[in-house]
């Protein structure tokens, strides 16, 4: 296993907040994403700020697209975007037309695992070409006391078997890490806990020091 990344979420209301955090954490961090959050408050201009303030990193668009896949792509990939996610309620003909115009932007797409879904639709999105899903637990459900539980880690498990590099988030800490130890996890994704830090700097490198722990052996 290749050590998990590290995906700073903004999911800031204020656009300049969001610009400042990532100013603050861009080299401690492998992945910079505009929060859904961000992007109904800031529309397009989340992507294409945080693409001209950090012009070589890896840009995600957290979209979470339901439908109009090609359209949407297009404003995310001209913007800046390198990756878009696509929620899992979306039809097939959405996760295909949002990938056809992420290929051509030479981006990709990422399945957002939230609430139902069955391996029999990870199936269907592999076969459409999808490699990247992100293992969701929301906000909502963690505020209402969802743990990560058993049923998580095998569900990630077989879709790390199918070939799915997988992302995780939901409230991640550092603290949080040991659980996913025996999983192949591509990147830990962090709004909250970086962002709402007093030294969030120091929460990145607590961070690092756990993933190199725990996946550096
Ligand atoms: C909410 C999101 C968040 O960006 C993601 O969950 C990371 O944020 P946090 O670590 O604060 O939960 O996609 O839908």
Redesign the pocket.
């Known amino acids: 296993m290749s050590l998990p990344l590290l995906q700073l ?1 903004l ?1 800031h209301t204020d656009m300049d907040a969001a610009l400042q955090t990532a100013q603050l954490l861009h080299q401690d961090v492998d992945i910079i ?1 505009a ?2 959050i961000l992007c109904f408050s800031a529309g397009i201009e989340a992507i294409t700020r945080l693409r001209s303030q950090h012009p070589t990193k890896t840009l995600v668009a ?1 979209f979470k697209v339901a439908d109009a896949g090609a359209t949407l792509a297009d404003m995310a990939f001209s913007a800046g975007a390198n990756w878009m996610t696509v929620i899992c309620a979306a039809p097939l003909a959405t996760f295909a037309t949002a990938l056809d115009v992420a290929k051509r932007y030479e981006g990709d797409i990422q399945i957002e695992l939230f609430g139902h879904w069955t391996l029999e639709d990870a199936r269907q999105w592999r076969n459409l070409g999808l490699t990247q899903a992100i293992y ?1 637990r ?2 909502d459900a963690q505020a209402s006391g969802q743990q990560w539980s058993q049923h998580d880690l095998n569900a990630m498990q077989e879709l790390s078997d199918m070939g799915f590099a997988l992302s995780v ?4 800490t550092p603290a949080e890490l040991p659980q996913f130890r025996n999983i192949d996890v591509k990147a830990f ?5 970086l962002s709402d830090s007093p030294n969030g700097l120091d929460t990145a490198s607590q961070f690092h020091q756990a993933i190199a722990n725990i996946w550096g052996k």
Request: no cysteine.
């Open positions: 979420a999911d994403e929060g859904t957290d969701h929301g906000r988030t939901g409230g991640i994704i962090a709004g909250r806990a």
